[in-house]
Every structure is written in structure tokens, then in C-alpha cells.
């Protein structure tokens, strides 16, 4: 059964960096996909950027794509977040979900980013 993990949430000053990361199950290999959304209270669940494992290419949406980076990590097996200048509309919960190269989707249970001012 494939596992995906998040973890770097927790409490952040306005202004400050953030880093996410995400683990699934095996290798990032294994998946044609590795995706970062995140929901705030009262907001549907937004795409942020996407990792493609066969082209080794992030595509960042425009929610992020001024302050934020990207990157995989092959060795650890991570698809890592970078976002600098943290504003308080960036508290939500942040997700990652990975699609197998059949299709199947699997989220993680998500991780808390809380900002303050």
C-alpha cells in the first residue's frame, strides 16, 4: 500500500521561508506525478506545483510561483517546497498527493502551516 508522508508545517512568521516535504512509498520513480496542494479553512484545495518524474520538470501555478521553488530529491526520495516571503493567506493545510504511472492517486493526510504576523 503506498504511504504518503508530509512534513516541514508548523508555525511561521510573516515574511519568513518555508520548506515542505513529501515522501511516498518506494521511489519517485514509481510515480508519474508528485503534486503540492494546500486548503485553507472555508477554500477548496489548490493545486501548487508539480513535480513530472519523467521529464524530471515543476510546473508552479501562479498561486506560488513568484516565491516558491521546487525540487526532487532522488536519493531521499522527497519532492521538497521552498516558499520565502510567507504571507498570513498562506496558512492552510498543505498536501501532497502522487500519481502512479497506472493512474491511481494517494494523498497524504496533510501538514499544518500556521502564520503569524
Known amino acids: 500500500q503506498v504511504q504518503v508522508t508530509e512534513s516541514g508545517g508548523g508555525l511561521v512568521q510573516t515574511g519568513g521561508s518555508l520548506r515542505l516535504s513529501c515522501a511516498a512509498t518506494?521511489?519517485?520513480?514509481?510515480?508519474?506525478?508528485i503534486q503540492w496542494y494546500r486548503q485553507a479553512p472555508g477554500e477548496e484545495r489548490a493545486l501548487l506545483a508539480q513535480?513530472?518524474?519523467?521529464?524530471?520538470?515543476?510546473m508552479y501555478t501562479d498561486l506560488v510561483i513568484a516565491r516558491s521553488s521546487a525540487s526532487a530529491d532522488d536519493d531521499e526520495g522527497t519532492f521538497n517546497l521552498h516558499m520565502n516571503d510567507v504571507r498570513p493567506e498562506d496558512a492552510a493545510v498543505y498536501y501532497c498527493?502522487?500519481?502512479?504511472?497506472?493512474?491511481?492517486?494517494?494523498w497524504g493526510r496533510g501538514t499544518t502551516v500556521i502564520v503569524s504576523s
Open positions: 513535480y513530472k518524474t519523467t521529464s524530471a520538470t515543476v
Open positions: 518506494g521511489s519517485i520513480r514509481d510515480y508519474k506525478f
Open positions: 498527493k502522487v500519481i502512479s504511472i497506472s493512474g491511481n492517486e494517494y
